[in-house]
């Protein structure tokens, strides 16, 4: 879990920077979000990689989804 709380605290610190650029148009404040954009992206996608690892060294134990299927009228 020490992951998904550096992604929430990372989403938490962004939340002025997001405040001063909507309700201030402060745009050095938007440079901010961006960039902590960026890096919550970057923190997301190495997570995502984790649980796929993860998932996928375990064995395949779980059933495979079932397809879906169109119904036909």
Excluded: H, I, W
Aim: charged fraction near 35%.
């Amino acid at each position: 879990m020490n992951k998904f709380s550096k992604v929430r605290d990372l989403v938490m610190s962004l939340e002025g920077d997001f405040e001063k650029f909507y309700e201030k148009n402060n745009s050095a404040a938007g440079t901010r979000v961006r960039k902590g954009m960026q890096d919550l992206k970057n923190m997301a996608q190495e997570l995502r990689k984790e649980v796929q690892d993860m998932k996928n060294s375990s064995g395949g134990e779980t059933a495979p989804a079932p397809k879906a299927t169109k119904s036909k009228k």
